[in-house]
Nanobody, 121 residues
Framework: QVQLVESGGGLVRPGGSLRLSCADS????????MGWYRQAPGRQREFVAR???????NYADSVKGRFTISRDNAKNTVYLQMNSLKPEDTASYYC???????????????WGQGTQVTVSS
């Protein structure tokens, strides 16, 4: 069974940075595709970034150039470095893990509980 635990959220001022972490407890982490999604109040969950087992990455247009997803297979952990944060980045951020090459939220097999990111002055 795979359990995902996110950490690193918090309150940050516009223009600031945060790094989110997601610890994956299951075996086979290195071959799983890991993704980050976010959901703001009253809005649908939206894709942020993903990284495959081979290290290929994809980003939502809204975060390109500001966010970086990475993984440390020795630590079974995926990271989301968020720079130049904007108030519109405020949301609960969720880590997801999937076999194969999931491209939509429905295709991911496991989800974390989420961590809150608030960008405000």
């Amino acid at each position: 069974q795979v359990q995902l635990v996110e950490s690193g959220g918090g309150l940050v001022r516009p223009g600031g940075s945060l790094r989110l972490s997601c610890a994956d407890s299951g075996s086979g982490f290195s071959i799983r595709t890991m993704g980050w999604y976010r959901q703001a109040p009253g809005r649908q969950r939206e894709f942020v970034a993903r990284i495959t087992g081979g290290g290929s990455t994809n980003y939502a247009d809204s975060v390109k150039g500001r966010f970086t997803i990475s993984r440390d297979n020795a630590k079974n952990t995926v990271y989301l470095q968020m720079n130049s944060l904007k108030p519109e980045d405020t949301a609960s951020y969720y880590c997801a893990a999937g076999w194969g090459s999931p491209k939509t939220a429905l295709e991911y097999n496991y989800w974390g509980q989420g961590t809150q990111v608030t960008v405000s002055s």
